[in-house]
């Protein structure tokens, strides 16, 4: 079974321009999570899609950034214009439709490494 | 507000030995859960182990065990027969359970070096 994947792997963008990031979730995985990693410090959660629908996105930083999941499927992040302290990984994860309230383990991809220069 | 604190920021341990990675949290939530996920060098987040807060047994997946003692807020990761395989980042994660909140909250990491 296929992981969590994302594109690109890595992204060098200028200030002022932008950027935008996939996210292919595990096959029929309803739940789909975009985290960042900043400057070396925690890993913070973004926003939370139930297939197609934002069910969370009390961790958007700003309007700059914008998620997608169109058909419930991958999801996209694009961030316009890209800042300087935008840069870092970008880490996106999925889990099941829960089977019972508390099934909720993530699973991650490998992350877009973002640098804003 | 959840927080999750790893004190360690980086540890040793020989080939063969068990090593404890500390985490403790933070949380006025009754019913949670606690995650440990390990990043290797190819910068994929794997997930280990998962302990919910009102589970009475400690969580084991092969070689990984939770020490979870709620009393004390701690979940610590205890690896057993330490591999070379098994350098990398670990976190410590956890999320609400009484919501339908699933954002986890992670900690800031710790490196673990394993020495032939």
């Known amino acids: 079974e296929a992981g969590v994947t994302q594109f690109p792997s890595h992204s060098v963008i200028e200030k002022g321009q932008t950027v935008t990031l996939r996210c292919d979730p595990i096959s029929g995985h309803d739940n789909l999570y975009w985290y960042r990693r900043v400057m070396g410090k925690e890993i913070k959660f973004l926003l939370h899609f139930v297939k197609e629908s934002k069910q969370d996105e009390s961790g958007m930083p700003n309007n700059r950034f914008l998620a997608e999941r169109t058909g419930g499927t991958y999801s996209t992040l694009k961030v316009q214009p890209a800042e300087l302290e935008d840069s870092g990984v970008y880490f996106c994860a999925s889990s099941q439709g829960a089977r019972d309230y508390y099934a909720y383990e993530q699973y991650f991809g490998p992350g877009t490494r973002l640098t804003v220069t | 507000a959840q927080k999750i604190t790893q004190t360690q920021p980086g540890m040793f341990v020989q080939e063969k030995e068990a090593v404890t990675l500390d985490c403790t949290y933070d949380?006025?939530?009754?019913?949670?859960?606690l995650f440990w996920y390990k990043q290797p060098s190819s910068g994929e987040m794997i997930f280990l182990i998962y302990?919910?807060?009102?589970?009475?047994q400690n969580a084991t997946e092969g070689r990984y065990s939770l020490n979870f003692q709620k009393a004390r807020k701690s979940a610590n990761l205890v690896i057993s027969a330490s591999q070379l395989g098994d350098s990398a980042m670990y976190f410590c994660?956890?999320?609400?359970?009484?919501?339908?909140?699933?954002?986890?909250?992670f900690g800031s990491g710790t490196r673990l070096q394993v020495q032939p």
């Open positions: 302990q919910g807060s009102y589970d009475e």
């Open positions: 949380t006025s939530d009754q019913s949670y859960g």
């Open positions: 994660a956890m999320g609400e359970r009484d919501t339908g909140r699933r954002a986890l909250t």
